[in-house]
């Protein structure tokens, strides 16, 4: 028997068939430009499926929205944007893009989100040196929810709107509400690794119909209203094309199957790993909170599960052809920002060592889950056997770390 050995990636795009009715009927029509029937309709399935009164502008990408959402906060040049340090390089690029200084912010443990604690330090300390930050950019991270009272309870104190990224938590909700209307202005994302995907694509949401208005003259090259071409501002190609509507429709029909999907995928492995010491999989803390599990992330504890760790495992997947991935760097430890001011301990450093993605697509067959799983069972149970030389230098690695942990412990708030 020839042995299937195709790659599993960590999350691929899951066409179902209405996508293509769509495009046909863009391409019947020859709606092929970013504009046309398939952008109108996909924005009011957001609408409708985000249950509020909100204005969804369709865009080529979730980056675009980020940075069209801080130009409509009015963020300029020198401005400063908090951002959440634990998350993709695209929440804080856009900052760059506009010459602003991102401030970043540490997480907390039990949503890796945005720490309260940090966040108001952060801001207080801000204007003590002169600067009142121009936004909050959060982060429900791998589709969980952030700590969205105790946030937006001090963004209020302080005035300062917040940018929220849902790239990841399409599906995901607080307290019953959508992730994507919790913002000031709120983003989606539609890349082609996200719950649902237009192939490329993003959406910014807001709550008001004038912001919508503005969002879509920066899209289209900030066009005058003139017969010829009139600019008196920098415009933008940002609008999402009617093809890539087209798809966003017949994803929409299965946004709510695909949230099951990658949930059942969330307790596939937490089946697995029910008695496994030193693992955990990464869940909400409470039952405000409800994950589409976008990804489903384990973190690992060497000590206590016999030497198994993060790279060991990851490994062990890439020779089954099996992707993962470690969790995202926190961006202050990036060579991009190292620069720039940063807030908190070392909570989001401790997660990027220890995390790990696994696969998580909602078209994962049975097969594939269970080459998933022989690698998982055969890896933790291979773990006493572990060549001498990993196990000295991982010894090494856990000294460096805890020299690590001293040091920002007697240096709580590092600023720079
Ligand atoms: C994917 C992602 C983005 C960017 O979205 P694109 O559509 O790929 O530009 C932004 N923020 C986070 C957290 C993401 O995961």
Not at 175 to 194: H, M
Request: net charge positive; with cysteine; hydrophobic share 40%.
């Amino acid at each position: 028997m020839l042995k299937n050995n195709t790659k599993i990636y960590l999350s691929s795009p899951h066409m179902r068939g209405t996508e293509k009715k769509y495009v046909n009927e863009a391409f019947d029509s020859n709606w092929i430009a970013p504009l046309g029937k398939n952008v109108d309709y996909f924005e009011s399935d957001l609408k409708t499926y985000l249950n509020r009164n909100v204005f969804v502008t369709a865009l080529s990408s979730g980056t675009a929205a980020i940075h069209l959402g801080l130009i409509l906060l009015g963020v300029k040049a020198d401005d400063e944007v908090i951002c959440q340090s634990l998350t993709f390089t695209a929440s804080a690029n856009p900052i760059l893009y506009l010459q602003a200084t991102p401030i970043f912010v540490d997480s907390e443990l039990d949503t890796w989100n945005l720490c309260p604690i940090a966040l108001e330090a952060a801001i207080i300390d801000r204007i003590k040196l002169g600067k009142k930050p121009k936004a909050i950019i959060t982060v429900h991270l791998y589709g969980n929810p952030y700590k969205i009272d105790a946030v937006r309870a001090i963004a209020d104190r302080f005035q300062i709107p917040i940018l929220e990224d849902a790239a990841e938590a399409l599906g995901s909700t607080f307290k019953g509400q959508k992730c994507g209307t919790f913002g000031d202005l709120s983003v989606l994302s539609f890349n082609g690794n996200k719950i649902i995907t237009t192939s490329g694509g993003g959406a910014l949401v807001s709550y008001s119909e004038n912001i919508k208005a503005k969002a879509i003259f920066l899209a289209t090259q900030s066009k005058d209203n003139a017969i010829h071409y009139e600019h008196s501002e920098i415009g933008y190609n940002y609008r999402l094309s009617n093809i890539c509507a087209s798809i966003g429709r017949g994803q929409m029909e299965v946004l709510d199957e695909h949230v099951s999907l990658r949930r059942g995928m969330h307790q596939f492995y937490k089946k697995l790993f029910h008695n496994v010491p030193g693992v955990s999989v990464f869940d909400v803390p409470n039952r405000d909170y409800f994950s589409n599990h976008w990804l489903t992330v384990i973190t690992i504890d060497p000590e206590e599960s016999s030497g198994v760790d993060c790279t060991i495992l990851r490994l062990a997947f890439e020779a089954e052809n099996i992707e993962s991935r470690l969790i995202w760097k926190p961006l202050h430890l990036q060579p991009l920002y190292e620069k720039f001011p940063y807030y908190g301990t070392t909570i989001a450093e401790g997660l990027f060592g220890k995390g790990l993605c696994l696969p998580s697509g909602s078209n994962l067959t049975q097969s594939e889950k269970m080459r998933i799983q022989n690698v998982i069972q055969r890896t933790f149970k291979i773990k006493k056997a572990l060549p001498i030389e990993v196990a000295v230098s991982r010894k090494n690695r856990l000294l460096n770390y805890n020299l690590v942990m001293k040091f920002f412990l007697e240096n709580i708030f590092k600023t720079t």
